[in-house]
């Protein structure tokens, strides 16, 4: 009996690990068990909500654990069609409803339903579930798998899905991936990379046929910004400053321009009251402008808006590029503590325009002297701390159960003798 209760603690602690495996790839089969639907894809959602009156923002990916729900279906003929229907957390799902015609087949419909009880994600929100979708987000021809490697970004009522690293085809026919592709538009355009060179000459521009991750700038580096006002600093910024804009060409194709902010090239300005902050960077001919402000009921900091203004490469149809969103609620922080986040962060312009940042550090407002205050991590940060510890976690109680299993068992078995 000892050894039976060992065992099954010893399979749910694998199962367990198996929980917390990466499920990379969802499949859906029909009743005789043949694929129909395979799925490879990163999804990254940005949901407003209201908290106790106020305007909130949660993020949250599709976890690794997120379940192919029984609704899923290869469809009948022309009675239904195949949907990819994923469950995760506390009553969240998002469904890829597929249809066919002509010789292409695509996404007809994204639909995603989200939980706002769930006290993990939507603090101090209503218990309702609410419901977005888009029409025609993926088209690909029958026969060829989907692939699109860069962001593709949905923007709907109060959220935005964003789509990276997929690889899905419906209406399989031998149960495994097509041999053939489709690539996406966001994967196809050309691109225009601005890589730093010497201070005299900072930039060159290195155009490509496709977005080969060796084309593309790294990471850029961290710079130190501030804006002092008649309190002193009242903006104090670490980060790194990367903008991505996707325009119009002469020859009505796409492109794609990515610029890397070289710190010391980068100039800062600034105006600051009690309620208000403006930092202002400019770097050669393109400006970025971070407005934040204050909410007092919470005493809390957060970025409002962002403005954007380049001037494109030649090729671009339109030459002057401006973008700007002034209802944001990103990056925030107590009052007196600082905001920080390893991980990269792409603020959305419009869904031409993203700023992303890196290695961010910012305090608004109440700075003592040139010192961050308090850290509050952003949840990026907090999601990839506790991955590890909840690993670490399961690995130790499966050690403790396999011993506690071990020494019962030879308890049993040394109880089978008995002295004469």
Excluded: W
Aim: charge should be neutral.
């Amino acid at each position: 009996m000892a050894r039976a209760q060992g065992a099954r603690g010893l399979l749910a602690a694998a199962a367990l690990l198996g929980f917390l495996q990466a499920f990379s790839s969802f499949e859906v089969k029909d009743s005789s068990g043949k694929v129909c639907i395979i799925a490879d894809l990163t999804v990254a959602f940005s949901v407003e909500y209201k908290s106790n009156g106020q305007k909130e923002f949660a993020r949250f990916f599709l976890p690794q654990n997120a379940t192919v729900e029984p609704q899923s279906s290869c469809g009948k003929g022309n009675t239904s069609h195949p949907i990819l229907l994923l469950g995760f957390g506390a009553g969240h799902s998002l469904s890829l409803n597929f249809s066919e015609y002509a010789d292409k087949y695509q996404v007809e419909e994204l639909v995603f339903h989200y939980n706002l009880s769930d006290a993990t994600l939507f603090h101090n929100s209503t218990a309702e579930v609410k419901r977005v979708s888009q029409k025609n987000i993926i088209q690909a021809s029958l026969g060829t798998q989907y692939r699109c490697i860069n962001f593709k970004h949905i923007n709907m009522k109060n959220v935005n899905i964003t789509f990276s690293n997929v690889t899905l085809e419906a209406y399989l026919t031998n149960g495994t991936f097509s041999m053939n592709k489709t690539e996406c538009a966001e994967d196809m355009v050309s691109t225009t990379a601005v890589v730093p060179t010497t201070p005299k000459q900072t930039t060159s521009q290195v155009p490509t046929t496709s977005p080969a991750p060796s084309a593309l700038p790294s990471n850029p580096a961290v710079g130190k910004y501030n804006v002092t006002g008649p309190n002193g600093t009242c903006v104090l910024a670490y980060m790194g400053l990367q903008l991505n804009i996707t325009y119009l060409k002469k020859d009505e194709k796409m492109g794609l321009d990515l610029l890397n902010f070289i710190p010391h090239n980068t100039s800062s300005s600034g105006t600051c009251d009690n309620t208000s902050a403006i930092l202002n960077l400019t770097f050669e001919k393109t400006r970025v402008i971070f407005r934040f402000a204050l909410n007092a009921s919470t005493e809390k900091f957060f970025l409002q808006g962002v403005n954007v203004s380049t001037t494109l490469p030649s090729e671009a149809k339109v030459p002057k590029f401006e973008a700007s969103n002034n209802s944001m609620s990103e990056l925030r922080a107590t009052v007196g503590n600082s905001y920080k986040c390893s991980a990269e962060e792409n603020l959305q312009v419009t869904d031409k325009a993203l700023v992303n940042i890196f290695n961010v550090q910012i305090q608004v407002f109440k700075i003592d002297g040139d010192k961050f205050g308090a850290v509050e991590e952003c949840q990026l940060d907090e999601n990839n701390m506790l991955i590890p510890i909840i690993v670490g976690a399961a690995l130790a109680g499966l050690v403790l159960i396999v011993l506690i299993a071990y020494l019962i068992g030879r308890k049993r078995s040394h109880a089978g003798y008995q002295t004469i």
